[in-house]
């Protein structure tokens, strides 16, 4: 059936499509009001959330349907040491979709091979977050009325934010994209999406300063360095104020831009930000749950559909990934599944390369 892991399992016009909707959403609610009257969304949380779950909850609330599942790990039976597998096995029992989030890289794949209703990742590990990238889309839509011939500066933590690797997977299809990757060298994006970026043919630069790239951005998108994400306190501890976002710090930047954060945000952005016209943040958060509804009516609608994870050349069971953030790592039941992507294989869980 089909499920959504990763932003590029949705193609440019399906993209479109979503955006379509969640507008209709937005100017006529109540025509939407009844749409999944019987139907159960489960919303397991593995990780902590604000936005995410309660978005989807509230969209599945004003579509008429209903909301089951857990915020945490800790209330769950994954505290007993129950799998992710067995988890998604039982509730999908319950439920007619499920919006997960998981710390472990992949574990929305690994969640394919064993439910009976649509996946929908809400964020896995370091990996990706296709739906942020959809409320995303949606403020830039909203913002610009079209994807293309903007130049998008990402700031922050590009190697954890999974923000901001699944912002680039969607943008790189539009014409005319331009990428500023702003980071601290110990943060850069990680390797495969710059393969990806030099692949599409899109420009691209990399740089330490957020001053220096400033004047050229139509969208600046900051992100939070992901401290739970690092095996090393002392180097989070040193690299989390690389950036802060003040006023003055805006004065060189165009009237047109948008300041774009996934949120939440720690000092990325001052406060005295929020009553600039061009902070599109909390924007954000408010697109969050239409797009959400229009994502939700979409996969049910399209249960029937098959979703291949396994495409030709895979290497099956034959090499173990070495990403200790892998879900691969942490549970032995999913298959070792090695994908060819034309720059070497790629774990199809976490899309990393190392294989041993
Ligand atoms: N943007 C986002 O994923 O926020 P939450 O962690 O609060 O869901």
Redesign the pocket.
Known sequence: MRHLLDIVDLSVEEIDALIETAEDIIKRPQHYADSCRGKKLATLFFE??????LSFEAAMYELGGNVIGFSSAASSSVAKGETVGDTIRVVSHFADIIAM?HPYAGAPLAAVQKTLVPIIN??DGEHC?PT?TLADLLTIHRQYGSFENLTVGVCGDLKYGR?VHSLIEAMIRYKGTRFVLISPEELRLPEYIKNTLTKSGMEWTETTSLEDAMPELDILYMTRVQGERFADKAEYERLKDSYTLTPDKLCSAKATLSVMH???RVNEISVKVDDDPRACYFKQVEN?KYVRMALILKLLAEKEKPFDYITEGALLNVYKCRNRNCITTQCASPDQIFLPSGDGYRCAYCAHYGMG
């Open positions: 902590p959330s604000t936005r995410t779950r989030r809400a964020g977050h942020q923000t996934p949120l939440p969050g």
